[in-house]
């Protein structure tokens, strides 16, 4: 174990939160067609993050760049997608995951062993001599079980033979009659191989439609960047001249993931590549889009801070409601390319509040011209008569009012939701403290939702003394074992941003603050800049607080760069040398 006691209690209350979710996955995974709800899947791949980082600096070395730009593309195949069992590693209708750009072993031991295959507190091993996880990933067999971890289904180290294998596998289990897929995930340094060319054009020609590859686009290899080295531009073209199915997404979006895997199965006569273009070291500031953090382990002294910044990652949420412009799809549309991570929907009755806007109905119409999440905020008397509506228009948040439903009634509403796969949440009226009979419902719940103006319109004035009242809840919220999030929602603009960050508030509603706005991508730009400058002061204090401020501030010069006239460390970085 660690010699360092502060530390080791900080590792101990992440390994508790870690196991704990590891160990409710397997519980979940048991349950028929059980889907992984939207926010706990992030929370999931978070803690892949953090395992995987606390691994390499533990060890010193390991691949952090990759271990991050692939932890997306890892979680959604093991938390959502895949078929596969952590009790049954060999299970004969199990799909297949063939990692080969091994380097990325962190990452991919970290969501083995939260997916439930290995326990998390194992990573501290890595890289260590008589250790199971080492720099790249031993294809399992139970007589290699000291030295191989359940789920490895390939050895992967030299790169570029990975998706030869996975052509072997897929054609075996096509010849066998069998339904399980194979995804196989590639590198684009990788792709200067030639065997992975050899192998593209034999899946074509053997049209493997079971076979799906994932390319991890993140655009570094080795030793910098790979339109420098070797360049793989135009990648969609190169695929599809070699009779692919091709899709492109952004990487780092789940729901843009799940989608493209399940549109990988529309593909009949050939095999599927998905072009993910994703960040290497993506979740980590200083590494993200940095060939420096290829192969390189942060101090061991940083972990922490390092751990901080990952479980603080925010979601901008435009409300539809505010604004002139009446067209939601219009609006829908403008907020994912200003670059929104979840769509807040105010849904009205007339009599809850003195408002009405739309219902379940439009959010169907609306629900499939985008793939970012729904947050359907319910400020109607009675949700538990018409949740399955809600159910029914796909959202992936559903709040309710503790104003507007008994115990039992919550109880009911958490449970249609969480068995249908959508993220419950509470939501609290400025002067509506949080109910005591909400405590032994927490583990279900994803969100707590605090309105900061009395609901019913957008545009009103934030009410400064909900902040206090915030902070008091998130610590008692914290204290109780909540893992979910705070949301902070009314009268949120720039000016306000930080104080609801340092009250606790991790998903912002914005209405009009984006859509008042006149510039929409402008305006969620300078909401995600507050909530850095908020990031970097809490970071900055943490590194006080474990004494090494001048390192930190070295280590994240680039970074804080832009933000030091607002943090007030101009003249510091500027003396650093
Ligand atoms: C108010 C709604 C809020 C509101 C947010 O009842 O719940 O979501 O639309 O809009 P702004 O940010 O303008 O207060
Ligand atoms: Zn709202």
Redesign the pocket.
Known sequence: MFDRPLETVGYLSIYLFIFLDAALHVILNHLNGFKMRYLDLKRKICSVRMLAIQGIAEAGSGHPGASFSAAEIMGVLYFRKMNHSPEKPDWDERDYFINSKGHSAPGFFATLAIAGYFPPSEMETLRKLGSRLQGHPVRYTPQESHQSVPGTEFSGGSEGIGLSVSIGIALANRLDGKKNRVYTLIGDGESNEGQIWEAAMAAAKFKLHNLVAILDRNRIQQDGFTEDIMPLDPTRDKWSAFNWNVIEIAGHNVEQIIDALNKSTEAKDRPTIIIAKTVKGNGIKHMTNNPQWHGKAPPREHTPILLEELRSECLIAP?I??GQEENYEEKIRSAERGGADII?L?I?DGKF?P?STFNSDTIKQLRNITTLPFDA?L?IENPLAVIQDYIDARCDIVTVHAETCSESEFGQITDRLLSNGISPGI?LNPSTDLPNWVFPHLRDVDVVLI??????????K?IPEVLSKMRHINQKLREHGFRGYIEA?????ATILQAVYEAGARIF????????SGDIHGAIIQLRYKVNVALERKLLEQANTIGIRRDWLKTRKHILIPLANELGIEEELHALK
Do not use: T
């Open positions: 409300s409601i505010a807040h105010d009205m509040v408002n905020h400020m939501a309105m900061s103006v009395n609901p019913g319109f957008a545009g009103q934030f929602d009314g009268g949120i603009d509603v914005a209405g009009n603050a984006v859509y008042g």
